[in-house]
């Protein structure tokens, strides 16, 4: 009898818990917002529903940008990118990193030790961490770090799914 009782209410708490994360993940976010006073460069914006970002990103691309997902340590080819050029924001395309500001951190994602231009990103604090994000987009990047190299002593920890690379020109 004692067993029967635990068995019931094991069922029932799954059954809600199954409700309640159902609920969770299919009730919208809210959208995020800027702090103020964010500028973008030439205080560009680019805004879009989440329909429309799901259709012009890959799924992947939309878990991290959108919902700050963060994908596998060594998982981004942009990780070994040793090629002289741009890395961009993949959402909106705002230029965010030269590759002459990458380092191999050896933590598995792509870092960089200062932005192309101050106000091509901006931080949040995300709990212990700063949440990096596109200015431009809002989209989140990664995280940032003070433990890198000099001049600036930070370590801008990227997703590479959030970053697209432009290769410059010989």
């Known amino acids: 009898m004692q067993q029967n009782r635990i068995f019931i209410l094991i069922g029932v708490l799954l059954i809600v818990g199954?409700?309640?994360?159902?609920?969770?993940?299919?009730?919208?976010?809210?959208?995020?917002?800027?702090?103020?006073?964010?500028?973008?460069?030439d205080n560009r914006r680019v805004e879009k529903t989440d329909a429309e970002w799901k259709e012009i990103l890959t799924r992947s691309q939309y878990n991290?940008?959108?919902?700050?997902?963060?994908?596998?340590?060594?998982?981004?080819?942009?990780?070994?990118?040793?090629?002289?050029?741009?890395?961009?924001?993949?959402?909106?395309?705002?230029?965010?990193?030269?590759?002459?500001?990458?380092?191999?951190?050896?933590?598995?994602?792509?870092?960089?030790?200062a932005p192309i231009v101050p106000n091509a990103i901006y931080t949040e604090s995300d709990g212990s961490r700063t949440e990096v994000r596109c200015s431009v987009c809002d989209a989140h990047l990664g995280h940032v770090f003070n433990d890198g190299p000099e001049p600036t002593g930070l370590r801008y920890c990227m997703n590479g799914v959030a970053l697209a690379f432009t290769q410059e020109k010989p």
């Open 18 to 41: 199954l409700w309640l994360y159902g609920t969770y993940i299919a009730s919208p976010r809210p959208p995020h917002k800027r702090p103020s006073g964010t500028t973008s460069p």
């Open 64 to 113: 991290i940008t959108r919902e700050q997902g963060t994908e596998w340590a060594n998982s981004s080819e942009l990780n070994h990118e040793l090629r002289r050029g741009i890395f961009s924001c993949v959402s909106c395309h705002n230029p965010l990193f030269r590759s002459d500001t990458k380092f191999d951190s050896h933590t598995g994602w792509p870092s960089f030790y």
